[in-house]
């Protein structure tokens, strides 16, 4: 489903992302771990698209993000393809980013509406409908400045669905929140792994990690340093990991 | 374009003096005014949060009284209208008592605000520490205060001297009164706008990069 | 009866022509400093630039100064106005200016996150920049705009230095004729009050609401 194949990216003189290749298959949840400045927020903003990335290739279902090759060289896509592809791959990120002068409800249905051409009453039922999954039946009319870190969380897990993407990308999305609300957002995304949704789950909640993780994969410096399935994280085999499982024990 | 109009300098530079002058008497009531008004801004700001009833509403009575008219008006008012009550200001008293009023105005929202900025947990620690209100108020609530303050009252602070140009309208000696006297005078307007313009822009940058420099010294000293 | 003709009625000719000059003035320079503003968001460095002078220069110069440089300078280049066209074409170059900044300032302010968030579900350029980012930034930029238009009203009436007979005028005139400063200026100043007064309210309500539901005010005028 995501095919990551060699891609780098640089800020200026700093290699950000080197030679990282990476395959989430249909179905699967991949947990991208590394200290922080390893680069795993910019890769998942490069699979969204959020950042163009310099070298190497990233599918979405075989359809290559960002550009397109034309007769052996690679352009930019328009505009709005590129707007079309970035809604197959919902993003949620670490401080929410909820649109502030929108309800949660209206932050959900305002996609689909706008970007997909669903008309209104039925992009709202269907935001309904995915505020009551995450548990928000009761606050589908408040602000986000009305809504705690948790609920503001929930809110945009639920955005990031409503355009009903091929993956959801989420970026440390708890950590920004008190210890309390980490589990309300850990739930959600638990129950969206056992309805088989493809995610890639960039966290430090390790123990939540080896328990939904199909596969993991371990950055550092900008460079895929380790990956395998979910016993990965007990049993790490390369010395890094282990040092960086370790520290955050 | 400029059909037979050639640019002559020496307009200017013939009466050098006479604008000197005049920018001295313009930077006087400047002074003049920022000083008197930001005595005026700590006092209404004190005042404002003053738990006497009667002293908070008088203080947000003036503040709303000077701010929402002109500060031309209260010139008016002074220079022109105490007259008639027999009270006779000469246009320089009139000129700063104007500026004053009007800015301290101001300048006592500003400090409020900057006073209201300060988290009521670094009363606490001072308290905790043992310091009496005087103290706190010097070591802890002053310095952050000014702070806080810096950036606004800069702007009030340009706002001032660029006031001082309305005040040649009570036939004060300022250096905008000048420069139109010597327009009528010479109908050497381009020249004279040019370089009122350009005394104004040097007076106006160098007051807030003075005062941008305070500021960065402050960020500097946390 | 000779009250009213020869004070109030008088007066009530000069308002008309503040209130028309002001009204004027707020809606070229909205219009203008939304254009300027939005036209901000989208352009390249040296156009930026461009702009990022001309407000410096419009913060800089006295008002009065500038005025003045409209009436005796355009005409160089063959363009001649009456006092209230220059009056109309100054102000309003002048709020356009400001009101760019505010508009700037509203834009800058809004949290890149948005942006992120916005582009990633799929907008395009324009839909985000239309359903996210100007409406948030609108919201920031009502309070200081409506801060602006009673900055502007005030500022109007340095025209009267010009010669257009606009309430200040008008006012100076019956002093002469009736010896009424008092009366004629606290008038004056009531009337200034009764126009700003309301606006200000108006301004601090929105401001207080936008807050209360998480939106941030962009820094304006003080
Ligand atoms: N917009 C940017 N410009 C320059 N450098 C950046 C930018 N964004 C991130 N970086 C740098 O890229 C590196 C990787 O960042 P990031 O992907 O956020 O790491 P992580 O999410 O693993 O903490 C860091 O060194 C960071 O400083
Ligand atoms: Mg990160």
Redesign the pocket.
Same mark, same amino acid.
């Given at each position: 489903m995501v095919r990551i194949e060699g891609i780098g990216k640089n800020?200026?003189a700093?290699r950000?992302?080197d030679d990282v290749s990476l395959n989430v298959r249909k179905g699967t949840v991949c947990i991208i771990i590394?200290? %922080?400045? %390893?680069?795993?927020?910019?890769?998942l903003?490069c699979v969204n698209f959020l $950042?163009p990335y310099d070298d190497g290739s990233i599918f979405i279902d075989e359809e290559l993000v960002g550009y397109r090759e034309e007769n052996g060289r690679r352009r930019p896509r328009k505009q709005r393809e590129i707007a079309r592809m970035r809604a197959q791959t919902g993003m949620v990120f670490q401080d929410f980013n909820l649109f502030t002068h929108m309800t949660a409800l209206e932050n959900v249905a305002v996609a689909p509406i706008k970007v997909q051409g669903i008309p209104w009453a039925e992009a709202n039922a269907l935001a309904e409908e995915g505020l009551i999954k995450v548990g928000l039946k009761e606050r589908m009319y408040a602000y986000p400045a009305f809504l705690s870190g948790g609920e503001q969380q929930r809110v945009a897990i639920a955005r990031a669905l409503g355009v009903q993407p091929k993956v959801l990308l989420l970026? $440390?999305v708890t950590s920004a929140l008190d210890p309390e609300r980490i589990a309300e957002v850990l739930e959600v995304i638990r129950a969206l792994a056992e309805e088989g949704l493809t995610m890639l789950i960039?966290t430090h909640e390790i123990p939540f990690a080896a328990e939904i993780a199909d596969q993991v994969v371990f950055?550092a410096g900008?460079r895929l340093v380790e990956s395998g399935g979910a016993e990965t994280l007990a049993k790490p085999s390369t010395e890094r990991l282990r040092t960086f499982l370790g520290k955050l024990a | 374009m400029f059909e037979g109009y050639f640019l002559y300098w020496g307009a200017v530079w013939d009466v050098l003096p006479k604008m000197a002058k005049g920018l001295l008497i313009t930077l006087e009531i400047g002074v003049m005014s920022i000083a008197l008004g930001l005595g005026v801004g700590v006092a209404g700001a004190l005042a404002r949060n003053s738990s006497r009833r009667a002293v908070a509403t008088a203080a947000l009575v003036y503040v709303e009284i000077m701010r929402n008219s002109p500060s031309l008006v209260k010139m008016y008012f002074i220079y022109f209208g105490l007259p008639s009550l027999g009270i006779y200001p000469g246009p320089l008293l009139s000129a700063v008592a104007a500026l004053v009023l009007h800015n301290g105005a101001y300048m006592t929202e500003i400090v409020r605000g900057g006073l209201a900025a300060i988290p009521r947990t670094q009363v606490l620690a001072a308290r905790s520490l043992g310091m009496g209100t005087w103290t706190t108020f010097q070591v802890v609530i002053l310095p952050q205060a000014f702070d806080n303050v810096l950036p606004s009252l800069s702007n009030n602070w340009v706002e001032i001297v660029k006031d001082t140009s309305l005040t040649g309208a009570l036939s004060v000696r300022e250096f905008f009164h000048v420069v139109e006297e010597q327009i009528s005078a010479t109908l050497r307007s381009f020249e004279f706008l040019t370089v009122a313009a350009v005394v104004y822009l040097v007076l106006t940058a160098s007051l807030s990069g003075a005062l941008r420099t305070a500021e960065a010294r402050i960020k500097y000293r946390r | 009866m000779e009250w009213y003709t020869g004070m109030v009625a008088p007066l009530m000719r000069g308002l008309l022509v503040t209130v028309e000059l002001a009204t004027l003035v707020l809606v070229l320079g909205s219009i203008g400093g939304v254009l300027f503003g939005v036209l901000w968001g989208i352009a390249g460095p040296v156009v930026r630039a461009a702009m990022t002078i001309a407000i410096m220069l419009s913060r800089g110069i006295p008002l009065l100064v500038q005025v003045f440089i409209v009436f005796f300078v355009l005409p160089f280049f063959g363009v001649e106005f009456t006092g209230f066209t220059t009056a109309v074409v100054a102000l309003s170059l002048f709020a356009a200016a400001t009101i760019t900044e505010i508009v700037r300032g509203g834009i800058l302010a809004v949290p890149h996150g948005q942006m992120d968030a916005a582009r990633s579900v799929g907008f395009t350029y324009y839909q985000v920049m239309r359903i996210v980012i100007f409406p948030q930034a609108f919201r920031s930029i009502l309070p200081p705009l409506i801060t602006q238009f009673v900055f502007l009203i005030k500022a109007t009436s340095i025209i009267s230095l010009l010669g257009v007979p606009e309430i200040m005028l008008a006012g100076r005139e019956v002093i002469e004729r009736t010896l009424l400063g008092f009366q004629v200026m606290a008038m004056i100043w009531l009337i200034y009050t009764a126009i700003c007064y309301p606006l200000t309210i108006v301004g601090r309500r929105l401001e207080a609401n936008f807050q209360r539901r998480g939106f941030r005010p962009a820094l304006g005028e003080p």
């Open positions: 800020y200026g700093l950000v992302l590394g200290p %922080s400045g %390893s680069g795993k927020c910019t890769l903003r $950042e970026d $440390e960039v950055l900008g | - | -």
